[in-house]
């Protein structure tokens, strides 16, 4: 399933981004024969598990619904509407789960009125993307000390993952902070209710593909539930993200690792597992071990015409020479200027609606693995800028 990059920097970039609990989903399969089993680093299957959080309420930002809230899987009559009792049995016959567990599981899900107002704002609405206000929200004092301790706290985890997967710790570390800021901000809203909404209730009906998207992540949601790895009672984002790093069910199932040889994967509440996991994601999704996500290149007066607005670099060196870029001079070997110069390129633009400006940096296939996490170009440029920065106030904390 692919969701627009202007409508996610839309959506992001009007938030108030005390986390990136919208990150988007990544489709899973609702009639997939078999779940992979993730595993920890000697390849032993493992168990997931992520418990309810504590019961002092929902987080500070985020809204919660009522106990009272309506079904979102019931008629009238008390019983399973009929298209939610079909994908049901056909989920426990294809996915061998035990029907009659699945049916009680899925029944005690409530309908979010704040999920489906939040997942799609009203239309005709037209906000404009402002790059400037998105990345002063997210590269920012509070959330770079932050982002220091949590590398303070967690280095051995974080090396191991760059040793282990390429992904620097700088990066895994700037994927967690813009997600949650480094698990203060996980979501409050029940996994169950906001996939149901979203998969039998979307709030769009000319979008019936976000409806099938979000039905194959409650599919795996449920799949989890059923397998005792993760607990139904799970909260999250509005979207049905969950953890430090925002991963969707289908994520968890494919990319989350036992960072800390636990036994079991608990994104919630071991940092171990969230660093491994999102080093995990990024190289499956395409990160190359050495390259930088920006390639040092001045662009040429206008670049607009280089933008290709896709989630692959289309370009190469030889092709960006001879529209009049050039390299610029960095610290860096010569090995290391070969490795961005016989990489893919592609050439990014982070607009300025409002002013009828943008920036535009040259991307190598790191900056669109980032993309696979979440689409977005904002979101992608975000992340590699809190990860500079943090990586920046390391040093001056180690003196360097």
Request: with cysteine.
């Amino acid at each position: 399933m692919f969701i627009s990059r202007r409508f996610l920097q839309i959506a992001l970039a009007t938030s108030v981004l005390a986390g990136c609990a919208s990150t988007p989903p990544r489709a899973g399969s609702a009639t997939a024969p078999a779940v992979s089993q993730p595993a920890d680093a000697n390849g032993e299957v493992t168990r997931i598990r992520i418990g309810p959080p504590p019961a002092q309420g929902a987080q500070a930002g985020m809204d919660s619904e009522p106990d009272e809230a309506p079904s979102a899987v019931l008629a009238p009559s008390g019983q399973l509407r009929p298209e939610v009792d079909a994908y049901a049995r056909q989920l426990a016959a294809d996915r061998g789960l035990p029907v009659d567990a699945l049916l009680g599981a899925l029944s005690g899900a409530r309908y979010s009125e704040t999920v489906a107002r939040l997942i799609a704002p009203p239309p005709g609405k037209k906000i404009s993307r402002s790059w400037i206000t998105y990345r002063s929200r997210v590269v920012e004092p509070k959330t770079i000390g932050w982002g220091v301790s949590f590398w303070q706290e967690n280095q051995d985890a974080l090396n191991r993952a760059a040793q282990r997967f390429g992904v620097p710790a700088s990066i895994i570390v700037g994927i967690i902070g813009v997600e949650t800021r480094y698990g203060r901000n996980m979501g409050s809203f029940r996994v169950l209710d906001s996939l149901s909404t979203l998969a039998f209730d979307y709030p769009d009906p000319s979008k019936p593909d976000r409806a099938r998207m979000f039905r194959d992540q409650l599919s795996d949601f449920l799949t989890l539930v059923m397998q005792g790895k993760l607990d139904l009672q799970t909260r999250g984002s509005y979207a049905g993200a969950i953890g430090m790093p925002q991963f969707m069910p289908g994520s968890i199932m494919r990319y989350a690792i036992d960072g800390d040889g636990s036994g079991h994967i608990d994104l919630a509440n071991s940092a171990n597992d969230a660093i491994l996991s999102v080093g995990n994601y990024l190289m499956q999704h395409g990160w190359l071990r050495g390259l930088p996500v920006f390639a040092p290149v001045t662009l040429p007066a206008n670049p607009a015409a280089l933008v290709d607005g896709g989630l692959a670099p289309q370009r190469d060196w030889p092709r960006l020479q001879a529209a009049g870029a050039v390299a610029r001079p960095v610290n860096a070997t010569a090995a290391d200027t070969a490795a961005w110069q016989q990489a893919p390129l592609g050439v990014v633009d982070l607009p300025e609606e409002s002013a009828g400006t943008a920036e535009y940096r040259t991307a190598t296939p790191n900056f669109f693995a980032i993309t696979q996490y979440n689409h977005s170009y904002f979101y992608a440029a975000s992340v590699a800028d809190l990860a500079e920065a943090v990586r920046q106030r390391m040093n001056l904390v180690a003196g360097r």
